[in-house]
């Protein structure tokens, strides 16, 4: 199972960004997708994550300019990023809870992160 991320680079404070996350491989359901971040010399934080019934969350920070949403056909979790702050700058980092098999607890599965980076 891998989760490849995309998107992400640089943009102006107030300007707008997507990334997506796609699982691949083996599996037989994914649960709660997310997107976490970690800024230079922060621990991870969470940022946003939806249910497989696409029921969201947000951490504070990001409500009301992120959203994030789902293609269950497609095994796809996206993050739109709108009025970007330069505190936004970070490492972000798909996570999914996937069962390889029936019967088998959910496992959790990191993407490769995206750089994001916002000037001022």
């Known amino acids: 199972v891998q989760l490849q991320a995309s998107g992400g680079g640089l943009v102006q404070a107030g300007g707008s960004l997507g990334l997506s996350c796609a699982a691949s491989?083996?599996?037989?359901?994914?649960?709660?997708m997310g997107w976490y971040r970690q800024a230079p010399g922060k621990e991870r934080e969470l940022v946003a994550v939806?249910?497989?019934?696409?029921?969201?969350d947000y951490a504070g920070a990001v409500k009301a300019r992120f959203t994030i949403s789902r293609d269950n056909a497609e095994n796809t979790v996206y993050l739109q990023m709108e009025n970007l702050r330069p505190e936004d700058t970070a490492v972000y980092y798909c996570?999914?809870?996937?069962?390889?098999?029936?019967?088998?607890?959910?496992?959790?599965?990191w993407g490769q992160g995206t750089q994001v980076t916002v000037s001022s």
């Open positions: 996570n999914a809870g996937i069962r390889v098999r029936w019967g088998r607890d959910t496992s959790n599965y």
């Open positions: 491989g083996t599996f037989v359901s994914i649960n709660a």
């Open positions: 939806i249910t497989r019934n696409g029921v969201a």
